[in-house]
């Protein structure tokens, strides 16, 4: 199609508009956001994913500021004297992380790159859902969340951790016996892409180290999120 998928605006007015959150689950082809007419029309907080083509500049002024491209490379305008307007807050060419696009839910996902990267507008204080938006607040429709990178879970393959384990407990002793040689330490973090290590070798999330020599006596080992 020639004309926008989602949003198609020929107003000779001046209009904004604030926190949408455009995409599909597949590429699509034509433009998401179509300008016609004269007037200006302003995309802030916006998310535009899987579209071939951005926006579509017919007449008028299109200003984009404040928004998140995925998947959707191309502004087009049929006067190059006047094109697209874009702003330098935009992110682009980032995956915002959808929780599950596939199946309709375009939330974001905790540590989503759209948290905190749009700009507050008075008056819209909660998101799609009801959730009140932070400030600076998530581009699109949603609020985000950010990391929370932290340990969710420690398993030792041999002895027990003394405390028991929770997530803000940071020091922790353990006792094998003597004919103990090595260990393996499985670490689990709160977020599932976070980068873990054990004695500075990285370790994939709930996933085994290598085996860890220990000697008679005290041996120190470090786990860092």
Do not use: W
Not at 7 to 26: D, M, Q, R
Not at 50 to 69: A, C, P, W
Not at 99 to 121: C, E, F, H, T, W
């Amino acid at each position: 199609a020639n004309y926008g998928s989602a949003l198609y605006c020929v107003s000779s007015a001046t209009s904004e508009f604030n926190f949408i959150t455009i995409a599909s689950s597949t590429l699509r082809p034509g433009p998401a956001i179509y300008k016609g007419g004269s007037g200006t029309t302003t995309i802030k907080n916006t998310i535009v994913a899987s579209y071939t083509v951005n926006s579509s500049r017919n007449g008028g002024t299109l200003n984009m500021d404040y928004d998140l491209f995925y998947k959707s490379p191309t502004f087009n305008s049929n006067d190059v004297n006047n094109p697209v307007v874009v702003g330098s807050h935009n992110v682009s060419g980032t995956n915002p992380l959808f929780v599950n696009p596939a199946g309709g839910d375009y939330r974001l996902q905790v540590g989503s790159p759209a948290y905190a990267k749009g700009i507050a507008i008075a008056g819209v204080n909660t998101d799609l859902d009801g959730k009140p938006r932070a400030n600076p607040p998530s581009i699109g429709a949603y609020e985000g969340s950010p990391f929370d990178l932290s340990l969710a879970n420690l398993v030792l393959s041999k002895g027990t951790l003394s405390p028991v384990f929770t997530s803000t407990v940071k020091i922790y002793t353990a006792q094998v016996a003597n004919s103990v040689q090595s260990i393996t330490i499985t670490p689990t973090a709160s977020v599932v892409t976070a980068t873990l290590k054990v004695n500075g070798q990285s370790v994939a999330s709930g996933a085994a180290s290598q085996p860890i020599a220990v000697a008679v006596g005290s041996n120190l080992i470090t786990i860092t999120v």
